[in-house]
């Protein structure tokens, strides 16, 4: 039989806790949230980049609405000391890591750092391999919460998934031995299949090679897809944001709560995609139960691309308790292809705590269409071929997306005028995790998370939208005439 | 040159017994048939639902015809005591495991268990990697009979069949070591080819990601068809029973006699299939040799499923003492796809005991069609290209469901009404295989175990058959004017 | 670089001998050619059969034709002793296997037998895994010429190259260290791509599942074509010899003397394919320098596949000192398809010795066709794109098939009527190699081995024929006006 | 993350010298060029076919446009002597190869040779494998600059990355241990994805089989194309330009400075393809940064094949002190294919130091088109979906074959017409890198490292030219109105 979560697809009456026997540590119970400096920045850090961007962060909401975790990557560093102590670049972090990690636990956030698995970084700084105990005690000294850890030059010691378990096992019993939590986060690109053996080992694994900012461009230096999805020979990099949900979908039952998926941090923000796209984007994302780190320049967010990130009726999926991933029900080519040749739709849909449940009509073609989703594909976990009691239920369907940020508040926001900003009721808007956490949040019927009711789906019934092109249409399905009650407790 | 099975293959002349040198035990000598609670109810098990299923399964003739084995799956444990002892959830199963077997025993049924060969089950109970000795002592001692052992958590200790095969060789050995005689079913998803080197170890191993409800709908979980059928980096679950089927068609000689190619557990009865597909289903997995574990809910049971469950000239295509799989001759696309986009039509044959020979034509298209088999491909591994001396031989088809069980009796069984049973004179329907073995039953020619003769093959002939949608026809051919002699004495 | 047929395919100006570092021993200069008795029957196998072998195949002239060695293979064994000795069966092998021996090389031929690197052979026997030395010993103690080594039953110790390498090179030094020399004839089925190592280890290797006896018709078992043919998952069984001979198209390269590329017994007289079919099967085996077994029942021989299995001028090609396999030119798909659904056409081209090449057109179509080989795609190898020498020059084309033995004469053989036989001259007909090496026979220009002269190829001319269904039309090249002397001395 | 090309395509801003952790050695800073005779000699060599090419190289200009590396390919040695020393053939090489090695030296060369990663050589010579250490010591003796290290005959040491880095990592530290600068060359045909793991054990490593002197023809021993390309299970040899050009593809960014990817020697001036034909190959090679070997004929060398491999313009795309790889944008299929079935239309970019930008349109059509690149795309790497801050910039175009040799000037050097060589002012045809590094050449503008102005790309605009049948039009894009001014000086 396969993980957990399928057990958790079966019906209510059979699901009750199990022992966690697995969880490498108490983190990460649902995906991290932060932010992440590559995607936008690359080598260009330093101390004040990595502040500027906790000040920013807390401005927007967005440290409250959950992205706790400033992790700042590759080309920190000046190398090993004589006695092999890695060094941070005394130029770019002129007052230590140790003070670094400082001012951003004072901001309220956590502070993460990079290495790599390698004998070098990708940057060919210095790399952890041989190093591990060494290096997390200097992490861990530093006040690091978090470690990014990398595959570059790894000195052929991959290829089969014991050498890349026990190559990336050295690092989690050193963070271990540390006694400090210490979030770790993989990044093998997904070689060797991490989604069979990492849950035990780490809190994340990313699946593929590196995002770019393009919603669906095949790049031949991002060759898997296809059959070539889940047994990727060459992750690369340049790898669209539907090549990269394409690929989790068939092992989406492998992440689970404290071991997630990793889909590579979120390019919403950085101008390659459109609004549409960058809300599928974020919203798929979200619902996979992705680490969820910003990639973004925070001196340049627009109002449009805020107004995404802050969503608290999409965060909402992603951090919701009970922990399973929504699946994709249906993928079908379609003849509008763009002139990359690219053409699909999709539906998903996944459950909720409180019996609610998650779908989402994905139109990846190359113009706008009316979707359909009917009951029985919709509740199919709970039931193949339409035997779930679910589809013959009713459900109110909410939009996740009708509340979204209107764009002169999220601006308020951005340009830190408080008197606009309180003016607009600002804070009303987002949800604040600091105070409330989701799991509170979705318990207590929070509307902010539960989106705008919009519709029914009545038994063996059909939702319908009409999906922009490259966009989404994403809805939370709550049993109809049982408003604020959590369905477990009927 | 290949296994046995081919060898079986050649004319009768050329067979003679051989040195069984590999068998682990005596055990599954034909196929293992049982009963495992993991479709229906996960891991919602207690003792009564097991005790309960023993009652219904004796009640319905079920037992009698062969279905030995009651498989507790996951969720059953407590974890460890302190000396390492795997201990009982004591809620769910207040008089400890030893009480169960006992209870099981008594019935007249065996006890199956089941652990995994890795840190953990895949609910994430503890697992019996690097305990194997030490827990096959505990399953020796409360009485069980059978292992299943699954897959999670294995800590990357798969990729290569060395490897796989020894972390399930400890198993195997420990279980030996107990003196018990314990039949031991490898659950390790077709990984690593199993079906290569499993034969020396184990009395079964499955071949695929866990089954769920549907005759044949695609699900980006279970990604392996095509090429990736025979070598799948991702066995997933949810695998529709044509995409096991087709699975298994490329190795079907490696199952031989007390070491099988295992479908994973029978949907029959779950609601997801029609009546048809339930008969393609159970009929394909009885003449593959596949294990048979019953896999539904047994308060449930339909009249209509139990007449399928309990088909003896099914079963004895599964029980056949000659231990030869049915081969797939072909296979075609056909264009009357569903709305999965599926459909192929396929026939299959194979070599049975006493010189008979299993025919069936499968119509996975989406509307009913008339199908052939032509002598020449019936009888194609006696004789390629038509070569066999059997195609030149006139022979007496007998249909194998045209003596189903009738509705009211099987709905007798059901309701436990013994006056009307009787007064249908039920016992007549069933075969019972707790009196007469299969073996015995085909020797002695019982007509329950032959099916209904309905026309002749002539030679070179071919056989012709209206077949329903997602439908089978399934035949046991004899050779005409031999009546019920064993051709094997001619 | 590639490995040495490469560099043999250069001008003849480049090529000088080379220092043969890595044959195991002096044997298999050219591919072995003999008689196994697998194809035809099985596991029945007893003395009279192998002694009955040798003398038929000595009447029928084919042990002089070159068929030296009589393969013993699974299923005569009882077992090992109490010091672990292999013993024969005494009910097949009454007087002992070094008796059988004797009596076989009394016959002027060799004598090979049969094991597997596994712990049991394919029926089931004792296997040699674990026991290479002492067995090794125990058939250079009976006399034993010749080692066929199987794969099954190999506890899990494949899928790498190394495994599989020292799996087999045990053996191999087992059988050195006899001070006998034996032929080592690898049967691991392609697993782990031997064509890449075992030139140092075997003189020869199968690439592939077992052959069964139909032209091109796929089995489910034997599942890989396309992309697989060359990385093969499953090698299984029932591979038509079409779908052995593109498998191989890939490292033609890989066989060089003393150590070949097998392609499994020949299928010739078994009834499954027509006599074009068997002609072109036994055509290429011969051309891509395959070892040459015969698979057939000797009594049931036919005059039409004697006369195929006899032919000199085809013998001459598998035999042929230069030692470099035809090489496929081209492959296109046709339309018109049989039952199957296969249809396809081809061109090979290779070099001989003395400057001579072949050339085979194979129609695979299901239909008679016309087929083309141009000078340009015949002389490939020695310059791509039409930029060899040779394509200018003028060629005499012989055909292979045109001198085949007259079906009375090869009757004559088969009836053993020697008054008729004399009086038909029979022995003017076919190459005794056991005089006359084929060597010496294409040095001295003998008539036999070179086919009939039918046309000119002109320079940068083409070649073409009338092909048959499923037939071949193959020729040898030889430069016009240059009659018998050899192009090396030119 | 992925490896540093990927940094190296962020905006300039974010650029800063790294750490330069894994290089191997000083050597190979851009990548090697040379000649090697394998391509036209095969195992034809001796000394005076080495000293004839250092002569020819020097005379032609083309030691001074920078190929430096003559190296002796395989067939050169006569075994070891009786203390393991490995010998020079002494017929082929009578003064022994410190003297070749000298004379070369004097010549104004760097002397290369060859060896394997085996017991034997591929044509089966000594091979290195476990002399490691012995035969790098005697190369050093030699005075050897270079070794090829090929990979036949490794005794099944191959099918992981990490068995392949362990034999190729022995040879790579025998090296280094002499003391003297030995450019290392693996030669392992792309087995085990050496681009993942050889960047810290050699200079270079092969991605494929051997190269054959056809543009495009698929060979059935170069099997891999397609998904294959970048996961290729058979290596295999007689692999086109385009095959080798489509592999690479999909690792262009794994090349660095110091470590190389190596698309195989050239095969321009062998005359298997016609003058676009060998453009677009030498091109290719240059643009995705291979290690540049000759390996003609120079005695044979026309001069419209001189005219190729001594064009400053495009060497200066190989020898650029950024190092980074162009990248295939994009690949169309097109209709109009050749006799094998090839269509295809590429287009490539890259960016060059300074700021300049490369782009290549790619016809490997059937006929003549007109082909078009969009700035959005060729400025692709430094923003995906045309967010790149070069795109809407103005670039002046230039065409890098524009002021290809002239015919008569190519032709008076290969005569050796002094006399007319000064009337045709030869030598400001071609760059003298021995005098003026190409990064200095570059610095200081040379013109004929930056072809001929031929227009203007201007702000989201597009450029278009009419490509011959497989032929290519390269050009260097340079900031339009900053002339002669290096972009990063701005």
């Known amino acids: 039989m396969m993980y957990l979560p399928w057990l958790a697809t079966a019906s209510a009456a059979l699901f009750f806790p199990v022992h966690a026997l697995y969880p490498l540590n108490e983190l990460a119970k649902t995906p991290q949230m932060g932010w992440n400096n590559w995607n936008s920045f690359g080598c260009d850090v330093d101390e ?16 409250d609405a959950g992205y706790q975790y400033i992790v700042l990557d590759d080309c920190w560093s000046n190398g090993r000391s004589s006695n092999g102590t890695l060094q941070a ?14 001012r951003i636990h004072k901001e309220g956030f956590k502070f993460g750092m990079y290495s790599s698995a390698g004998t070098s970084t990708c940057a060919r700084y210095a790399g952890s391999l041989n190093y591990e105990h060494q290096d997390a005690q200097t992490f861990a000294g530093w006040g690091v919460d978090y470690l990014k850890y990398d595959n570059c030059y790894n000195e052929g010691q991959s290829g089969s998934p014991l050498i890349t378990y026990e190559r990336y096992k050295k690092m989690s019993d050193a963070l271990n031995s540390t006694g400090r939590p210490i979030l770790y986060s993989m990044c093998n690109w997904g070689e060797d299949y991490p989604w069979k053996w990492a849950q035990t080992v780490a ?13 669906n461009r095949p790049d031949a230096r991002c060759p898997c897809s296809g059959n070539e999805e889940y047994n990727c020979a060459l992750a690369g990099f ?3 944001a539907m ?4 690929k989790v979908s068939h092992y989406t039952d492998k992440g689970v709560p404290h071991a997630w998926n990793d889909l590579d941090a979120l390019e919403v923000g950085n101008g390659g995609m459109t609004d549409d796209e960058y809300k599928t984007h974020f919203t798929m994302w979200a619902a996979v139960k992705s680490a969820l780190l910003m990639g973004n320049d925070l001196d340049r967010l627009s109002a449009r691309d805020l107004s995404i990130l802050n969503n608290p009726a999409i965060i909402a999926l992603n951090q919701d308790p009970r922990g399973t991933s929504a699946v994709r029900v249906w993928r079908h080519d379609v003849d509008d292809v763009d002139r990359y040749g690219q053409g699909e739709i999709q539906m998903w849909s996944g459950q909720l705590s409180g019996g609610d449940y998650f779908v989402a009509l994905l139109n990846a073609g190359n113009g706008s269409r009316e979707m ?8 199919y976990d709970a039931g193949a071929e339409g035997t779930s009691e679910e589809s013959t239920m009713e459900w109110t369907i909410h939009d996740l997306w009708a509340n979204r940020m209107p764009e002169d508040v999220a601006q308020a926001l951005i340009d830190g005028n408080s008197t606009q900003a309180a003016s607009l009721n600002v804070t009303s808007y987002y949800f604040n995790a600091t105070e409330t956490s989701y ?10 998370l539960l989106g705008r009711p919009v519709g029914t789906l009545r038994a063996k019934g059909m939702i319908t939208a ?3 092109r490259h966009g989404i249409m994403a809805y939370r399905l709550r049993l109809a005439g049982r408003g604020l009650r959590k369905r477990d407790e009927l």
């Open 372 to 379: 359909n989703a009917m009951a029985d594909d919709i509740f």
């Open 243 to 246: 090549n990269i949900l394409n």
């Open 48 to 63: 004040e980049l990595l502040i500027s961007a906790t000040e920013k962060i807390s401005q927007y909401g967005l440290r």
């Open 439 to 448: 799991e509170d949040g979705l318990a207590s019927n929070n509307t902010l």
């Open 203 to 215: 809190n994340s694994w990313r699946i593929s090679g590196d995002i770019y900012d393009s919603f």
């Open 238 to 240: 340049h790898c669209s």
């Open 89 to 102: 670049n005394t130029t770019r972090f002129p007052n230590g890591m140790a003070e670094v990690a400082d």
């Open 466 to 468: 009409e999906v922009p």
